[in-house]
């Protein structure tokens, strides 16, 4: 099923592109151990822009969220440690991702049924896009992550770029605000905890 709606993406890319150059950037390619490597360590989502209902609605809940990615490259999966800042707490998750390596996509189990995007490396550094139902004007999706809180206007400007390819509008947009971070205690204590834990395995 992943395969044939990955087909699905890949036939609309042609006509994407003769319309708009810059929906080049929007192709997925596979997903190597380089790749893995690239999306590790700590990233923070910046912003995203959904017209599925449900993916928007949750989308504008969230204040401010970063997160962690620790591939496990033999295992064709990625850990995800979550820290989101939803009604002013700290929420915090530790889940993981599917890695599927052809298609360039990724998929998380969530609310009960496997959702799936396709990443997508940007030409800026240090940033990275997930997009989701390319192929769908009613639910298609962007969202977008940087290595830092704030981006520079050259990375922002690829992320609107990518937002025109889509047919959404920028006013769409739902922007993420660090100021709102409520999780920093918690990352701290988290990062505190895993060193004694390695400090007992080395001892």
Same mark, same amino acid.
Request: net charge negative; charged share 25%; hydrophobic share 35%.
């Given at each position: ?20 150059? +810059?929906?080049? @950037? ?6 190597? @151990? ?31 969220? $970063?997160? $962690? ?36 996509? +990724?998929? &998380? ?13 940007? &030409?800026?550094?240090?940033? $990275? ?8 004007? @009613? ?8 290595? &830092? ?55």
């Amino acid at each position: 099923m992943a395969l044939l709606w990955a087909l699905a993406v890949l036939s609309l890319l042609p006509l994407l592109k003769a319309q708009n150059p +810059l929906c080049a @950037n929007l192709t997925a390619v596979p997903i190597t @151990n380089a790749t893995l490597d690239l999306i590790s360590g700590k990233w923070f989502y910046i912003g995203s822009a959904f017209r599925n209902p449900q993916y928007n609605e949750s989308a504008r809940s969230i204040q401010a969220a $970063f997160f $962690f990615f620790d591939p496990k490259p033999a295992e064709d999966k990625i850990n995800l440690r979550e820290y989101q800042t939803i009604g002013n707490q700290c929420i915090y998750n530790d889940s993981s991702l599917k890695v599927y390596r052809e298609n360039g996509s +990724l998929s &998380k189990h969530e609310m009960g049924r496997e959702h799936f995007a396709d990443l997508l490396l940007t &030409k800026v550094p240090k940033t $990275f896009m997930l997009i989701n139902s390319l192929n769908d004007k @009613n639910n298609v999706g962007l969202s977008f992550y940087a290595d &830092k809180a704030e981006v520079t206007p050259e990375q922002m400007k690829e992320f609107h770029d990518a937002i025109e390819c889509t047919g959404i509008h920028k006013s769409e947009i739902t922007y993420t605000d660090e100021k709102k971070d409520l999780c920093g205690p918690l990352e701290k204590q988290h990062e505190e905890e895993r060193k004694k834990e390695k400090e007992k395995e080395g001892s």
